[in-house]
């Protein structure tokens, strides 16, 4: 056990003197998310919740930046046609974005896109229930840098999640989707 200790203490020394480390992006961000539900040809809109997640990647080159790791956590109302009930998210996933990332440019627009798993949470009364779904997100962004290692910037995301089941709703399929716009902390970077 001591030598695999060891043995990865000097692999991440070694990587956190090479390239590798010294590309690293990580990101905080907060905003707000406007969900649409879809079920049996019906659409419906909830009300404004909230949106705040962490993303850590690698600015790969100019062009492209890959953050690895994201996690979100949406929370949004609906008292519409559905019903009244309470949905929270927690996405786990990951995400390019292909833009200009040079370091020379102060501006950096890009497009997104990503995929995660979505563990879902539906609160209806005293009944809460739990689902995990596979969700795709599409968006754009804009940074805006201000020193060598920071940025700041808006970003605007459609996520969309299929289920079979949705509990507060008894129908057949059921389609989740948020519509996001979050400001963004951007740090890091070659």
């Known amino acids: 056990m001591p030598r695999t200790a060891a043995t990865l203490i000097a692999v991440l020394l070694v990587m956190a003197s090479t390239p590798i480390a010294a590309s690293l992006v990580g990101t905080v961000s907060g905003g ?39 996690f979100h956590y949406l929370s949004t109302n609906q008292n519409n046609v559905f019903g009244n009930f309470t949905s929270d ?22 497009l ?7 563990w879902l949470s539906h609160e209806q009364g005293p ?13 754009a962004g804009i940074e805006f840098q201000i020193d060598y290692f920071t940025a700041v910037g808006v970003r605007y995301r ?6 079979d089941t949705y509990p507060p709703i008894s129908a057949g399929e059921v389609r989740a989707n948020v519509h996001t716009i979050a400001i963004e902390l951007v740090l890091g970077g070659e």
């Open 158 to 163: 459609y996520r969309s999640t299929r289920l």
């Open 127 to 139: 009944l809460v229930q739990h689902q995990w779904a596979l969700e795709w997100s599409a968006g």
């Open 32 to 70: 707000v998310a406007m969900p649409r539900l879809e079920a049996n040809g019906t659409e419906a809109s909830g009300e404004i919740g909230y949106d705040f997640g962490l993303s850590l990647g690698w600015q790969l080159n100019d062009w492209v930046r890959w953050d690895a790791f994201e």
């Open 89 to 110: 998210s927690l996405i786990l996933g990951s995400a390019a974005r292909v833009g200009i990332f040079r370091r020379d440019w102060r501006i950096h627009p890009y």
């Open 112 to 118: 997104s896109g990503g995929v995660g798993g979505n």
